[in-house]
């Protein structure tokens, strides 16, 4: 018999070993149904790009550091791969009362017309006392700012009381609406021994000039001390 016409039943189990098998030659149709299981995919293998369509989101930016700093730069986070991003993070500051502020940034690395009073922000929320359980409430805003004012009345030097965000910010390459637009959650305590929870929004009243590519953080005074900030993208919110 030719060793090419070997019948099925002439096989052993288990005789055709790897060595025997082209590479690139098994098609998914030779699969059972859900064979294969969790241990037998690659860490680090499915990409975004094998989820598209899913639903999720992706790490586009990160920054961390314990060192102090003036200014807290996340730049070339916005793309065309997502339309809809969302920024979470804390802030440490070494200012009594200092506040969040935010400018966002263009493709060239530059802040978007600090000096055009364009940003418009708006926050209100609630405090509780640490005495007497009294729930007050707070409102904080500017109309033609030169920044979005995210809070108010932080703590500063301490580990124990960090600014802590969440902000969500909408087409900012402009690719379906115009301007600039985000709003946000924020909570801490503050220099009173209160706790603030703040809710608020920000526009960038222009459509003119270049998308927004980046976000800048800064303080009202001093200096940020310790941060965490991380930025993802939401997978399937792509402009049109």
Known sequence: MSKTQIPTGGITADAINGTLIADDAINSEHYTDGSIDTAHIGDSQVTSAK?????????VGNQYSTSSASTITLDGVFTSSYGIYRVIGYFILNTDSAGIELQL??????????SSDEYRSFSAGHRITSSSDTVETFTNGDYAGTHWKVNFGGESNALDAPICIDMMFYDPLQSVVNGKNAHWRVSHVGNDAKLYYHYGSGTYTTNSGADAAGIRFTMSSGNITRHKVSVYGFIGSEGA
């Open 51 to 59: 989820t598209d369509g899913v639903g999720g989101i992706v790490k």
């Open 105 to 114: 940034r263009n493709a060239s690395n530059a802040n978007f017309a600090n």
